[in-house]
């Protein structure tokens, strides 16, 4: 049985990349969330038909809901990034799924994957990860079209500087000439290097599009991760 709806007023809009905001939302009486989950966003002048599923791309802790929403290919999102702003009123409603169990697995290193905007439930992990258990090893590996696309730019930087986490960014499209990162896609090779020595004993997370999830399990697979240690997570997209 899905949640009703909830009124959110927008305390905080914060512009990512030249196609991605995150919101920032303020409810009365949130039942809280695990990284992972999501919430259907829409319009507070919407019918029931028109909404979009976000996944919460804030931690446990923060003290309020935060999602980031894109543009689609098509740039007809609902709401629209552009259309948000501090003060307006949106209609939320979850959280739904089943979120991760990642941090309460055991000590095991932990491995994240994200695609473009499959970054964002990855975020709030990451948060949980720094506010109650940062001495877990843990290596993100995020692609990204360019600098320009990178989400969270700053917070990565500072992320970076735990010597228990590793960032390793993959640009595939655009790049600059002394970019020393990894360029082009996600592919055999990347995945071989950024798994920990034993892969069977670590847990994997992957999230974005789900093209990429699936392409990224295939190689985990044949790597030897376990299935039951990979966690798929394709980006949602319109509302259903």
Known sequence: MRSAWRPASVVEVIRETR???TVVLDLADWPGH?????VDVRPATCDESQHRSHWIASGRSDGYLAVTMAADEQQRPVPAPDDVTAGSILQVRGPG???LPALEAGPDPL???AGGLGLAPLRALLRDWVAVDHQRPLRLLYSARSPADILYRDELLRLAAYEELD????LTREWPDDWHGHVGRIGDDVLRRAVFSEPGGS???V??????TNACAHVLLEIGCRREQIVALPCRRSGH
């Open 207 to 212: 999230a974005g599009a789900l093209q990429f």
């Open 167 to 170: 960032v390793r960014i993959a």
């Open 111 to 113: 491995l994240l994957i």
């Open 203 to 205: 847990y994997t997370i």
């Open 97 to 99: 799924g089943a979120g």
């Open 34 to 38: 695990r990284p992972g989950q999501y």
């Open 19 to 21: 196609r991605a905001v």
